[in-house]
């Protein structure tokens, strides 16, 4: 199983999108501090994700959720959720 994940930076109120088999130990290591492109913006909370059913399904959807049209989807999915 995949997943494609949103993180929510505490520090500065912005966000983080990937992909990951592993979404507890990939935000572990997002938590630690052990990814370049997070470590300076912890802590995190991970505020979103999505199951996927293959790699590729998922690097897609984080492909499609990096463009205009995916990051208005998922602001009104996550509008819905909060």
Same mark, same amino acid.
């Given at each position: 199983?995949?997943?494609?994940?949103?993180?929510? =930076? +505490? $520090?500065?109120? *912005? &966000?983080?999108?990937? =992909? /990951?088999? *592993?979404?507890?130990?990939?935000?572990?290591?997002? *938590?630690?501090?052990?990814? $370049? =492109? &997070?470590?300076?913006?912890?802590?995190? $909370?991970?505020?979103?994700?999505? !199951?996927? +059913? =293959?790699?590729?399904?998922? *690097? @897609?959807?984080?492909?499609?959720? !990096? /463009?205009?049209?995916?990051? &208005?989807? @998922? !602001? $009104?999915?996550?509008?819905? !959720?909060?």
């Amino acid at each position: 199983m995949w997943y494609v994940y949103i993180l929510k =930076s +505490n $520090k500065d109120n *912005r &966000t983080y999108l990937g =992909s /990951t088999n *592993r979404i507890d130990k990939r935000f572990e290591e997002h *938590r630690k501090g052990y990814v $370049k =492109s &997070t470590k300076n913006r912890r802590p995190l $909370k991970l505020i979103y994700y999505e !199951k996927c +059913n =293959s790699e590729k399904e998922a *690097r @897609l959807k984080e492909k499609y959720f !990096k /463009t205009g049209a995916g990051r &208005t989807k @998922l !602001k $009104k999915i996550l509008s819905n !959720k909060i």
